[in-house]
């Protein structure tokens, strides 16, 4: 059965990887949702955090597909109840439906917005969230014409309170100095 799964992926900082790591997606005919690649917890590692609607199955083999890329240290899967995670969302309206009643402010404050921003011609608005969420401000919001919007790709954590990743390096770390 298809499900939302978060594909978290670690590896050194290379160039043309993300190339190598999209490709195992299209090859296997699966559609990236959200895509977030930042620096992690340990310095010099990346994290990829991709979200995908497949079978476990599906997610279980392209976990195995990513870590073969040489650069690729380790890869998991999760469903969205294993882990914590947010998106964020930036909204610019115009300042003059803004100044001209107060719909706007109390939908910032329905949904726990923030004004980031005010001129003249427009006003940007900032929702952290889930993906429903913030497309629930947009649709509440685009009652006065939303001018731009944009959603960020998922961030995510694991409930976990040990990082799979830290034990994967502390093992390796141990091997790798029991080779020396």
Same mark, same amino acid.
């Given at each position: 059965?298809?499900?939302?799964? /978060? ?15 999209? /490709?195992?997606?299209?090859?296997? !005919?699966?559609? /990236? ?10 310095? $010099?590692?990346? #994290?990829?955090?991709? =979200? =995908?609607?497949?079978? *476990?199955?599906?997610?279980? !083999?392209? =976990? ?9 240290? !380790? ?12 998106? /964020? ?13 107060? #719909?706007?402010?109390?939908?910032? %404050? ?10 003249? *011609? ?10 429903? *969420? ?5 649709? &509440?919001?685009? *009652?006065? !014409? =939303? ?5 960020? $790709? %998922? ?24 080779? &020396?």
């Amino acid at each position: 059965m298809k499900q939302e799964y /978060i594909i978290t992926a670690y590896s050194e900082n290379h160039i043309g990887l993300l190339n190598r790591i999209t /490709i195992v997606f299209t090859r296997r !005919k699966v559609n /990236i949702e959200s895509l977030t690649v930042s620096e992690s917890a340990h310095k $010099g590692i990346s #994290k990829f955090t991709i =979200v =995908v609607e497949t079978t *476990e199955e599906q997610a279980r !083999k392209i =976990v195995q597909q990513i870590e073969k890329q040489v650069e690729v240290l !380790k890869a998991f899967y999760h469903t969205n109840d294993e882990m914590i995670y947010q998106e /964020i969302a930036l909204y610019k309206v115009s300042t003059d439906d803004l100044t001209e009643s107060n #719909k706007i402010e109390m939908l910032v %404050r329905k949904h726990n917005a923030r004004i980031l921003e005010i001129t003249k *011609e427009y006003t940007v608005i900032e929702k952290t969230g889930h993906k429903e *969420e913030t497309q629930e401000f947009f649709n &509440d919001l685009n *009652e006065f !014409k =939303v001018m731009q919007f944009i959603r960020s $790709g %998922r961030i995510a954590l694991t409930r976990s309170p040990i990082e799979r990743l830290s034990e994967f390096l502390k093992e390796r770390d141990e091997i790798l100095s029991k080779a &020396d």
